[in-house]
């Protein structure tokens, strides 16, 4: 069954500092992959796509995301981390799949953000 | 665009009590669904729309029933609240079937069942 794992449940990291979110998929296909951000209280918005072609992928807010099929992951980083950037993030398999092709999220982590 | 909205924004009910959330997109979406937020566990499909008048169970569907009548509207209803049914309720829709669609979502629904 396709799944997402996220690692990382909480993640602290300081201002200006690195950040790199983990997940791990599981697909039998090529598939499709989303970062999904959720402010509080907020829906969620998407950060960045995978379909095909260039395996590091571009995001809004300065993220960026690469696909590496050998380890079934689709990192998510970003160089400097501002403290606006404190959310939860989601990654999310799509495909052939059933209901109608939904999307699979992961369980979520939840980035804090020190100053 | 308003995107896609959800009313109310929160909602407390009582044990057995019926409700419904309301959504809608003014994007012509072929796809709605709507999704249930629990801690930990990510989102979880309830129910989902190809277009209208027709509708299909998710993952998740005991307790709840939803209806298609028109392209823009796709409400969610709660037959006979219980506990287990706190949560946050968030619809999407996206564009048509294909996975490769971006979803776009509501600012959610924050349900507490008493």
């Known amino acids: 069954a396709q799944s997402v794992t996220q690692p990382d449940i909480h993640i602290t990291v300081s201002e200006g500092a690195s950040l790199e979110l983990r997940c791990n998929y599981s697909?039998?296909?090529?598939?499709?992959l989303f970062w999904y951000v959720q402010s509080p209280g907020q829906g969620l918005q998407l950060l960045l796509k995978?379909?095909?072609?260039?395996?590091l992928v571009q995001g809004i807010k300065g993220f960026e995301a690469e696909f590496k099929r050998s380890q079934s992951s689709f990192n998510l980083r970003k160089p400097s981390v501002h403290w606006s950037d404190a959310a939860e993030y989601f990654c999310?398999?799509?495909?052939?799949?059933?209901?109608?092709?939904?999307?699979?999220f992961g369980a979520g982590t939840i980035l804090r953000v020190k100053s | 665009n308003a995107g896609v909205t959800q009313t109310p924004k929160f909602q407390v009910l009582k044990t057995g009590q019926s409700m419904t959330l309301q959504c809608a997109q003014d994007?012509?979406?072929?796809?709605m669904s709507w999704y249930r937020q629990d801690p930990g566990m990510g989102l979880r499909l309830i129910h989902y729309?190809?277009?209208?008048?027709?509708?299909d169970q998710g993952e998740v569907p005991n307790g709840y029933n939803v209806s298609r009548s028109t392209t823009e509207d796709f409400p969610l209803r709660l037959l006979s609240a219980a506990p287990s049914q706190t949560s946050v309720y968030f619809c999407?829709?996206?564009?048509?079937?294909?996975?490769?669609?971006?979803?776009?979502f509501g600012p959610g629904t924050r349900l507490t069942v008493l």
């Open positions: 999407a829709s996206r564009p048509g079937l294909a996975g490769y669609n971006e979803q776009f």
């Open positions: 697909y039998g296909a090529t598939p499709y």
């Open positions: 995978y379909f095909s072609g260039d395996t």
């Open positions: 999310a398999v799509g495909g052939y799949m059933e209901y109608g092709n939904k999307l699979v």
């Open positions: 994007m012509n979406h072929e796809y």
């Open positions: 729309s190809v277009g209208a008048g027709i509708t």
